[in-house]
């Protein structure tokens, strides 16, 4: 059975820090990139956070540059994404993906708040 599990939302203030970490299990195939999408809003598209290879090559969006840090252990299948300088927009359900060469695996979701 795969499951892809995030955990360490919460509420945080501004310029606080969270960390949140995945595990992905089950998964037979090759897990190739694995990372974060975030929802702000319900019925707002999920977008891209960060995305790590299993190489290590790093991808982030513009707006989490120099203040989110992904990782990842391939070995143990998990992600994890330190989020630093939060801001208000961070606020949203972020959502922890794998993606194999045949299916992507998605987490249930964690709901980060940052307040002022």
């Known amino acids: 059975q795969v499951q892809v599990v995030e955990s360490g939302g919460g509420w945080v203030q501004t310029r606080g820090s969270l960390r949140l970490s995945c595990a992905a299990s089950g998964i037979i195939a090759r897990i190739n990139d694995m990372g974060w999408y975030r929802q702000q809003a319900p019925g707002k598209q999920r977008e891209l956070v960060a995305?790590?290879?299993?190489?290590?090559?790093?991808n982030y969006k513009e707006f989490v540059k120099g203040r989110f840090i992904i990782s990842r252990d391939n070995a143990k299948n998990t992600v994890s994404l330190q989020m630093n300088s939060l801001e208000v927009e961070d606020t949203a359900v972020y959502y922890c993906?794998?993606?194999?060469?045949?299916?992507?695996?998605w987490g249930q979701g964690t709901q980060v708040t940052v307040s002022s």
């Open positions: 995305r790590i290879t299993s190489g290590g090559r790093v």
């Open positions: 993906y794998a993606s194999t060469i045949g299916a992507d695996y």
